[in-house]
Nanobody
Framework: QLQASGGGSVQTGDSLTLSCAAS???????????MGWFRQAPGKEREFVGG????????GYADSVKGRFTISRDRAKNTVRLQMNSLKPEDTAVYYC?????????????????WGRGTQVTVSS
């Protein structure tokens, strides 16, 4: 299973770090797969935030977060982190981590097979 944590309520310009831990069978398989972060704001569809390949060698981000968010992973610990800087009110959403079906981390949610419970991020102005 996947467990995301680290959400909270912050002010514009603040930083937060989200973590996602994979355990059990998901943990055993996730180390060879890409992992991604998605988010869903109220009334909006879930959208890709960023992803990292199986070995951490490749990352990709949505244009809306590029330059502000950074993804990293620790394969030995089956964890992936999302460092979020310069947060904006439009970053407010429930954030989800997911395991890709592939070694890379695509931008489409159908490319992911396992999803964790989300963690709420609220950014106030």
């Amino acid at each position: 299973q996947l467990q995301a944590s680290g959400g909270g309520s912050v002010q514009t310009g603040d930083s937060l770090t989200l973590s996602c831990a994979a355990s059990g069978r998901t943990g055993r398989t996730s180390s060879n797969n890409g992992m991604g972060w998605f988010r869903q704001a109220p009334g909006k569809e879930r959208e890709f935030v960023g992803g990292i390949s199986w070995n951490g060698g490749s990352t990709g981000y949505a244009d809306s977060v590029k330059g502000r968010f950074t993804i990293s992973r620790d394969r030995a610990k089956n964890t992936v982190r999302l460092q979020m800087n310069s947060l904006k009110p439009e970053d407010t959403a429930v954030y989800y981590c997911a395991v890709s079906r592939y070694a890379y981390a695509g931008k489409n949610d159908y490319e992911y097979t396992s999803w964790g419970r989300g963690t709420q991020v609220t950014v106030s102005s």
